[in-house]
């Protein structure tokens, strides 16, 4: 059988499919458009995957949307009547949208669906899930358990904003929701847009800047903005907020509160912002744990699979693992709205359908999220003359050693191997490397390659049977969404004037044997590294220990701040010329900077919108 899964025009569009109940294909649409978070239908992501199927023919079962636009409209129209007149300008926006595109989802998507293949718009084949089911059957179905509790958690979706239940073999049910306008994803997003960030895409910024402040207004927001229970269940004091009817996150009410109006973008930060940061981080946190623990509790299970926006808080993920309260967390790597694509093809495929869920034997279904398009050596090299560039052909093996060389020798590489990773992480597949062991890797990647913020943090990627040598964590983390301290042992004794300062001035201050990954709190984001999934990563990983000592590199998408991670061997070609990469390694290709056209430099850094 044969299913189509579809998330579109709310932002991150996707397209995934499943054969038989396995993961064959999934991709986000942005990385095709180039277009970041694009939420337009995924044509160009459902060509791919039904290519990459060999379906030529139409030849799909279900075609699933993840959620219901019927019930969002709904939503619109009760919030704006429970608060009118009080928001009339936004509402007056907003309705000829719904009226003129999204109250007739159907109708639209069957048209998008026939501009690909009349056979994919058979009315019969268009199914339609709940928002916060897709979440739930994204975590549930493809994770390593048997049956596992099941909390997803975001903005909001149709009226549920965070929910939870219960996952038994091909088994999923919720089994308790909070509904809008209470949401912990929209009380991140508030402080996301009060810190100057853009909202859906900079809570990863206040996510790295929090540990640079403290918590001062963790109490404040407690008091104020939530009413956080002991179940973890909470209500948000909307007088507080605009969201509901308004253009913006926050108001006037919230400013006074916090002493200011909101930070505009590119604004220098201040502790004020630091602190703030460290304070939703720490309330979120709070809020999780509690959930977590009332629903180990009510249902007595062993095991936790988490979806939604929040879900990729992996500061949070790392508390919640360490608090006890589960054995064993798995966590959706696309937890975001592209992941609903491949829950709502897994929901009609196992709770619609009623298709067994095969044995898991202890391992995810996820296929260490490299499900996305890959190239051929000939394609590769076809490309890459196209674009004007000059490489050599090596064996993989001379490519591994001439990049090894070249990360010791502290210089930025870009890695391209395999298929494209499917979610927000790059994994090995399209990633930007270095050493870990350089102090000054993170500002260099940060201003001169990515063109972003200096405090924003980089992940180790470790040899996964070296991870408990070097971080206080004991379990796999494949998809970079758990945070774990460094060691002990690994650490670095700071003078007393080192641990004076404050703010941004930490930024410089090495604190391990790998200052590039280790965060201000001594904390880092880890992803652990498998044969099984990467083998070429792993070898890469591998002979960088075997030249240095060290089983890790710094990992970063490759891509530079509001770009989607890049997807061709032109995409990479382009971010190459861009930037101050050094080394570009695509496939069997190898590509030096000062062997290039320098003609074919680009402005990257102002192609693209701010993130």
């Not at 061709?568 to 990469?581: H, L, Q, V, Y």
Request: charged share 25%; glycine share 8%.
């Amino acid at each position: 059988m044969i299913v189509v899964g579809i998330s579109a025009f709310y932002h991150d569009s996707a397209a995934a499919l499943l054969r038989d109940g396995k993961i064959v294909a999934a991709a986000q649409e942005e990385r095709f458009t180039r277009k970041k978070a694009d939420a337009g239908f995924p044509a160009n992501a459902l060509r791919w995957c039904l290519k990459e199927a060999g379906i030529t023919d139409g030849n799909v079962d279900r075609v699933a949307f993840y959620d219901k636009p019927f019930l969002k409209f709904e939503r619109l129209l009760e919030t704006y009547l429970a608060f009118a007149p009080r928001g009339f300008k936004s509402f007056r926006m907003a309705l000829p949208v719904w009226i003129g595109e999204k109250l007739f989802q159907k109708d639209m998507l069957r048209r998008e669906l026939a501009a690909i293949d009349e056979a994919l718009a058979d009315p019969a084949k268009l199914l339609f899930a709940e928002h916060h089911f897709s979440h739930a059957a994204s975590a549930f179905y493809p994770s390593p358990f048997e049956e596992a509790a099941v909390l997803t958690l975001d903005g909001v979706g149709e009226w549920a904003t965070s929910s939870a239940g219960i996952g038994r073999g091909s088994d999923l049910s919720i089994t308790k929701e909070i509904h809008f306008p209470h949401s912990l994803g929209l009380l991140y997003s508030a402080f996301t847009y009060y810190t100057g960030f853009k909202v859906n895409s900079g809570e990863y910024k206040v996510m790295g800047l929090a540990p640079y402040g403290e918590p001062r207004y963790a109490q404040t927001i407690l008091d104020n903005l939530i009413d956080l229970k002991p179940d973890g269940s909470f209500r948000l004091d909307l007088s507080y907020f605009d969201y509901c009817t308004g253009l913006t996150m926050t108001n006037a009410r919230f400013d006074a509160l916090f002493g200011g109006p909101p930070r505009k973008p590119e604004v220098w930060l201040t502790q004020r912002e630091m602190d703030l940061a460290a304070s939703i981080q720490a309330v979120t946190e709070e809020v999780m744990l509690r959930l977590a623990r009332s629903l180990a509790t009510e249902t007595g299970m062993r095991n936790l699979c988490l979806a939604g926006g929040v879900a990729l808080n992996c500061v949070a993920n790392g508390k919640l693992l360490r608090d006890g309260a589960f054995e064993n967390i798995w966590i959706q790597p696309s937890a975001g709205d592209a992941g609903g694509a491949i829950g709502a093809a897994l929901a009609t495929y196992h709770h619609q359908e009623g298709h067994a869920r095969p044995p898991t034997n202890g391992r995810d279904g996820m296929s260490g999220s490299y499900l996305g398009p890959s190239f051929s050596q000939d394609e590769i090299e076809r490309d890459l003359t196209a674009a004007g560039a000059r490489f050599e052909v090596r064996s993989f093996d001379a490519l591994l050693d001439e990049a090894v060389r070249a990360l010791a020798d502290g210089q930025a590489v870009g890695w391209f191997q395999g298929r494209m990773e499917f979610g927000p992480r790059a994994l090995g597949a399209r990633s930007i490397l270095g050493d870990p062991r350089s102090p000054a890797m993170q500002k260099m990647l940060n201003l001169k390659v990515k063109y972003r913020e200096s405090f924003r943090p980089f992940a180790p990627s470790v040899l996964h049977e070296d991870v408990a040598d070097w971080f206080d964590l004991d379990v796999e983390s494949p998809y970079m969404l758990l945070v774990a301290p460094v060691k002990e042992s690994r650490r670095r004794t700071m003078s007393e004037a080192e641990r004076d300062l404050f703010g941004i001035d930490k930024l410089n201050v090495p604190r391990s044997d790998i200052p590039a990954v280790t965060h201000v709190d001594y904390s880092a984001r880890i992803q652990t590294v498998h044969s099984d999934t990467n083998p070429q990563y792993r070898e890469l990983i591998a002979r960088f220990k075997s030249l240095t000592g060290c089983p890790i590199l710094v990992n970063t998408s490759f891509n530079v701040r509001g770009e989607p991670i890049v997807c061709t061997p032109a995409d990479a070609f382009r971010c190459f010329m861009g930037t101050e990469i050094e080394l570009l390694a695509i496939g069997n290709c190898v590509l030096r900077k000062d062997a290039q056209d320098p003609a074919l430099k680009l402005d990257y850094k102002n192609d693209f919108e701010l993130d």
